[in-house]
């Protein structure tokens, strides 16, 4: 399977994501395990990249594979997260309650706009 820079664009890759791509791959790339390991280095996302390539049986193996390592990710930062979560709620309170009488407004928009659309015949 050959990826290009437009394929990515075209399933909304991050505009970071795919600068680093073009600028490794100019001409794209087809999928290799020495590919993977580089976009690994450039720190490319590969979980968006199966998320959005990989059909539903192919998605399954790659979850199973990857299940076991993140298992152990998820362990490894469980409490730097914890440590995160403290020390930035204070904060998020704060902006939830500064934010709260806008976000409120913004749904509602939303909520008459798509009302709006789903009346077009």
């Known amino acids: 399977m050959k990826i290009t820079q437009e394929m990515l664009t075209e399933k909304n890759a991050c505009q970071s994501q795919v ?18 390991y580089r976009a690994v280095e450039l720190k490319l996302d590969l979980d968006w990249f199966a998320i959005n390539f990989l059909k539903a049986p192919a998605w399954k ?4 594979a990857t299940a ?4 152990v990710y998820e362990e490894a930062t469980a ?3 914890k440590v995160y979560e ?12 500064a934010t709260a009488s ?8 939303t909520a008459s706009a798509l009302y709006s659309a789903l009346q077009i015949k």
């Open 68 to 71: 076991p390592a993140w298992k």
């Open 19 to 36: 600068d680093i791509f073009k600028a490794e791959w100019p001409e794209g790339v087809e999928i290799r395990l020495d590919v993977l």
């Open 61 to 64: 193996v790659y979850e199973e």
């Open 86 to 97: 403290e020390a930035t709620a204070p904060a998020w309170k704060v902006y939830e309650e």
């Open 102 to 109: 806008a976000l409120k407004a913004y749904e509602e928009a």
């Open 79 to 81: 409490s730097a997260w």
